[in-house]
């Protein structure tokens, strides 16, 4: 797939002339992912991981870094994305929310012993899709990113959907195997996952054009953010169940949807809420 986009990225070099300051960057990194992917294949986990995010990291790095060598002939750079394309992003992310939500249900129905132990981990785990998507759609969703930063904004969804996505193959185990030990691998799935999901989150919020006009508040809760993603990264290191680190997700979701109550009741009382861009 890699190396068929790095032929099609150089019959574009030689086609037009006038994209060939962007097709070239391009054609160049997916011919290295390529490679790394190929490679990749001989060696064993997890190095073979480790190959996999570097490739996908430099392709994201450089699909985020070449658009600024694009003619901006349809004025992206000077006018933001535009209004439908902000909201479709928002659409993916509660796609991927729901997909944790059936991973949950997954997760109880595969288990043999439904007892209050599964049931009470399901029931934590929807709790967490729950309060992802919360966190997202108070400071993220249906807010434009500053005109210059569109594409990476763009780009930074990738890092919560992965995050996400990796919560939600977390979720099928721990909740499927409740009552039994907790494998830490899917324990270091769950945690990394979350961090990512914050990580990302955080980024989202720097890059607002909301920010510009309410930077206290935004700073701050960036802040609540990078704290709460090193907190979930260090408890992988606990040999805690799989209630018990849910029940830790919740409690550092519970953090950031507060901080957006008390700021938004308190902007709200004096009619300085931010406003949600039109659909």
Do not use: K
């Not at 070099?13 to 391009?26: K, Q």
């Not at 430099?58 to 070449?66: A, C, P, Q, Y």
């Not at 721990?174 to 989150?201: I, K, Y």
């Amino acid at each position: 797939h890699h190396a068929v986009l790095a032929v099609m990225w150089c019959r574009t070099a030689l086609h037009d002339p006038e994209y060939r300051s962007t097709s070239v960057p391009l054609a160049a990194v997916y011919a290295v992912s390529a490679l790394l992917f190929a490679v990749s294949a001989t060696v064993a986990p997890p190095t073979r991981f480790v190959l996999w995010g570097a490739a996908l990291l430099l392709e994201i790095l450089t699909l985020t870094s070449v658009g600024r060598l694009v003619p901006d002939a349809a004025g992206l750079r000077t006018h933001g994305l535009s209004n439908p394309v902000v909201e479709r992003f928002g659409s993916l992310v509660m796609i991927v929310v729901g997909g944790i939500v059936i991973g949950a249900i997954d997760g109880v129905s595969a288990n043999g012993h439904l007892g209050r132990e599964v049931l009470f981990t399901g029931l934590e785990a929807i709790v967490v899709a729950c309060g992802l998507a919360w966190v997202y759609f108070d400071f993220v969703s249906r807010l434009r990113p500053l005109p210059a930063l569109s594409a990476v904004w763009a780009n930074l969804h990738f890092f919560v959907i992965a995050g996400m996505a990796g919560v939600w193959a977390a979720v099928v185990t721990t909740v499927g195997h409740a009552d039994e030990a907790f494998p830490p691998q899917v324990h270091w799935l769950l945690v990394g996952s979350m961090a990512l999901t914050f990580l990302g989150l955080a980024g989202l919020m720097a890059v607002l054009e909301v920010r510009q006009t309410r930077r206290r508040e935004y700073d701050r809760g960036i802040g609540l953010l990078l704290a709460i993603a090193l907190v979930s990264v260090l408890t992988g290191s606990l040999d805690i169940g799989q209630s018990r680190s849910l029940m830790i997700g919740v409690a550092l979701l519970a953090i950031p949807i507060g901080y957006g109550m008390m700021t938004w009741g308190r902007l709200r009382e004096s009619a300085e809420v931010p406003q949600a861009t039109d659909i």
